[in-house]
């Protein structure tokens, strides 16, 4: 197939378009690079032999998407583009709903145009908010608690009520849990700009001499070392859900929601010490205050997944954080020359 794949030049994008270039689909990547840089396909092309046709076209360029459309006419879209720090969207609330729910609409009315009628949509776990119940399924009622999770939750009422209008509309939400790792080359990898809000990427920054130490938001959390505990996934299991969810909407249509999660929890102490493992150092932290806006437990349910879909994560804890290791070590500045 010919997929589109906004944001494929990010993080979770550029390993997707890796697997899907390896599975033989012809790829068209969508990205502003306002996030992420083109050197990661050049070397997602080294990687796979094989080459996706680059496009720098921003979401909110309606105008510009839809002669992408008419000139590509993929077949398929994998969203991937949007703005993701959740602090920040409390900030600059306006940017996010304007980025990712009017830039999707955008995106959407561009695909109508040519007869794309195929999405999946790149949500997160964050859309459920604070639920009590462990672990989250798919039919827990959405409650984001931040701008960022909203925007998710509101493109995902939009895909709903698109989905109801018109059957002939094929869309996959897929809700991420913690996306970490890197594939095995070393090669691609998460390269956030600034200070990174993640866990995993922050830590990496420390181990590589970035960073002093790493802050620990809370050891009073309700868990088994008081620190915040979450569902960590690797990248690449992540990336194959996409091919998966793609697989079944071809054979299938309709509206479908997933969770990619691995279904195990692990505590940021317990990820960090998996680290020092990982790279075989003794990382600095210090505990600080819980961070606004945090959960005590967030992990998935994702046997939905695996009854539809036949996926689920094979990559454990210690795999992520060795290649999410083998990445920053040998890009200690991510993709910067
Ligand atoms: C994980 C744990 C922190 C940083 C968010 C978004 C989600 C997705 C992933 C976009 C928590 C603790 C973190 C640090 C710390 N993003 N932590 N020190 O908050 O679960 O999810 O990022 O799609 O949508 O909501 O991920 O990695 O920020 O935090 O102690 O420097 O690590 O308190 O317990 P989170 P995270």
């Not at 109508?112 to 459920?128: G, H, M, P």
């Not at 390269?191 to 809000?197: L, S």
């Not at 005590?296 to 060795?322: C, F, H, K, Q």
């Amino acid at each position: 197939m010919k997929i589109l794949v906004t944001g494929g030049s990010g993080y979770i994008g550029s390993h997707t378009v890796h697997e899907l270039l390896n599975a033989g689909h012809e790829v068209v990547v969508m990205d502003n690079l306002a996030n992420s840089s083109e050197e990661s396909l050049r070397r997602v092309a080294e990687l796979t032999g094989k080459q996706a046709e680059f496009h720098q076209v921003d979401l909110l360029d309606p105008e510009g998407m839809k002669k992408l459309f008419r000139d590509t006419r993929p077949e398929a879209v994998i969203h991937f583009a949007g703005l993701k720090a959740v602090g920040e969207s409390a900030e600059k609330p306006l940017w996010y709903y304007q980025t990712n729910v009017a830039g999707t609409l955008n995106l959407l009315y561009a695909m109508e145009e040519v007869d794309c009628k195929t999405i999946v949509f790149s949500s997160s776990a964050t859309v459920y908010g604070e639920p009590e119940e462990m672990p989250l399924t798919e039919k827990i009622n959405m409650d984001a608690q931040s701008c960022y999770g909203r925007t998710k939750e509101h493109i995902e009422d939009m895909l709903r009520d698109l989905g109801a209008s018109d059957a002939s509309w094929n869309i996959a939400l897929l809700r991420y849990f913690n996306p970490v790792g890197a594939h095995e080359s070393g090669r691609i990898g998460e390269d956030p700009a600034g200070i990174p809000n993640n866990l995993v990427p922050f830590i990496a920054q420390v181990a590589v001499g970035r960073r002093e130490h790493l802050n620990v938001f809370g050891n009073d959390y309700p868990t088994v070392d008081g620190t915040g505990v979450r569902d960590y996934i690797h990248v690449v299991d992540l990336a194959n859900g996409h091919l998966k969810a793609l697989e079944y909407l071809a054979s299938h249509g309709g509206l479908h929601t997933w969770n990619l999660g691995t279904g195990n929890g692990y505590s940021v102490l317990e990820v960090l010490h998996a680290f020092e493992k990982a790279c075989g150092k003794e990382l600095p932290y210090k505990i600080v205050d819980r961070r606004p806006g945090d959960v005590a437990v967030s992990y998935a349910d994702p046997s939905s997944a695996l009854a539809d879909l036949g996926w689920s994560a094979e990559r454990d804890i210690d795999t992520m954080v060795r290649d999410h290791w083998n990445w920053q070590k040998n890009n200690p500045n991510g993709y910067e020359a």
